[in-house]
């Protein structure tokens, strides 16, 4: 195939414990999906999830140094249990939603909240808010075989060693079962997706130079420094 010039590197995170590498094709993201986060937005209780999305290559494999980016002077951070998938489909039941997961990670979904705000404001949509470059750190990903489905379990994400975010899975308005046969309603999902599901309350502004570290009981760990 001629190319009118070369494509780009396809995307691909580390899988724990193996030299293989998880390759990503489409990056969903789950809004509001812990009570307290949702109340913190304005949100009242448990509302039908929705969802937006990350371009693949605004991820971060690994974290390390991130780019703080243009445009925003209120940048903030939010910790999510990240769902791999190693199987799809359309309409997937709930009962049948685990079968499709690979493996669980821990990411950042790093949010200019002041853009966010005003496209809300004006019903204008997120993109540049959500899905600008490395606007997505991601660890390792640990296999369901080594994992199992952690159902609960601390979530955290400090800055400059002070916590600032602290919840548990336990607390996911929708389970993981539950998002993936919801958004399989929308589109239909494949292999190498990515699902992030959703932040506990505490986010807070973060500024250059500022260290963050994650940590999901389990899961792992995920370190940036905003540079």
């Not at 999305?53 to 494999?61: E, R």
């Not at 690994?62 to 791999?84: F, K, R």
Request: glycine share 12%.
């Amino acid at each position: 195939m001629n190319y009118v010039f070369p494509p780009a590197a396809p995307v691909a995170l580390r899988v724990a414990g193996s030299e293989s590498v998880f390759p990503v094709r489409r990056v969903y993201c789950v809004g509001q999906n812990y009570a307290d986060h949702a109340a913190e937005m304005g949100g009242d209780g448990r509302q039908p999830p929705f969802f937006f999305g990350k371009p693949a290559d605004a991820l971060v494999p690994g974290g390390g140094n991130v780019a703080y980016p243009p445009q925003t002077v209120n940048l903030q951070h939010e910790v999510e249990l990240v769902v791999a998938l190693s199987k799809g489909g359309s309409d997937i039941a709930v009962d049948r939603a685990l079968d499709c997961v690979y493996g669980y990670a821990i990411g950042f979904d790093l949010t200019r909240r002041d853009l966010q705000s005003r496209a809300k404001a004006k019903g204008q949509p997120w993109d540049m808010a959500k899905g600008y470059d490395q606007s997505g750190p991601v660890s390792a990903i640990v296999p369901v075989a080594t994992l199992g489905h952690p159902a609960n379990g601390a979530i955290w994400l400090k800055v400059n060693g002070q916590l600032k975010q602290s919840g548990d899975l336990a607390q996911m308005s929708w389970k993981v079962a539950e998002v993936i046969a919801n958004l399989s309603s929308y589109v239909r999902l494949e292999p190498g997706d990515l699902i992030f599901t959703g932040t506990p309350a505490g986010v807070s502004t973060v500024v250059r130079g500022d260290v963050l570290e994650g940590f999901i009981e389990n899961v792992g760990e995920l370190k940036i420094k905003l540079v």
